[in-house]
């Protein structure tokens, strides 16, 4: 018998569809917590009789909690969360590579200068959100189309890989010059 045996870790393998099943279950229960938690407490009945009615009740600091604060907060975290998903896949998808991320496209540091650049010139938050949106399209774009001028031969996603790192760098220098 194998004296080691004992010591080896026994792996068991879960099901990703009870794994996602689990997580679609996990998600109406921490979007109500979050409803229920905060700075201004919210009791369990104060939220049912708001979604009840979806009006105003006596106590209309309920209703703009609920109402104004914290399911715009909620809605647009599960949307974000579910985009940033839906970018990680299609990314993990070209690459295949589980470990892959966005600087490896150039996207970071294009974004990142956007925002820089916009913040320097002192322009409003939703102005530096656009051009840090723009950026990193672009350096996206820079990327693939300095990947396409050097993939002649040889490897398309190492080539695309290279290309992203040159992209990276140059605007990670114009971050530099710009601070």
């Not at 979604?51 to 600091?61: E, G, I």
């Not at 907060?73 to 998903?85: E, F, K």
């Not at 939703?126 to 396409?148: M, N, R």
């Amino acid at each position: 018998m194998d004296k080691t045996a004992a010591f080896r870790p026994r792996h068991t393998r879960r099901s990703p569809r009870l794994v996602f099943a689990l997580l679609c279950a996990a998600l109406p229960v921490l979007m109500l917590l979050s409803v229920l938690w905060g700075r201004y407490p919210v009791t369990l009945m104060e939220f049912w009789v708001w979604f009840r009615t979806l009006a105003a009740p006596a106590d209309a600091t309920v209703y703009h909690v609920i109402a104004d604060i914290r399911l715009p907060r909620i809605a647009a975290a599960v949307v974000v969360g579910m985009a940033l998903s839906a970018a990680g896949s299609a990314y993990q998808g070209v690459f295949r590579n589980p470990m892959v991320s966005p600087d490896i496209l150039g996207a970071s540091a294009g974004a990142g200068f956007g925002a820089s650049l916009a913040i320097l010139w002192g322009w409003p938050a939703f102005w530096v959100q656009q051009l840090s949106f723009g950026f990193g399209l672009a350096a996206v774009a820079a990327t693939g189309t300095l990947s396409s001028f050097a993939s002649s031969r040889g490897s398309k996603t190492l080539v695309l890989i290279l290309s992203g790192m040159v992209v990276a760098a140059m605007f990670n220098a114009m971050i530099s010059i710009a601070k």
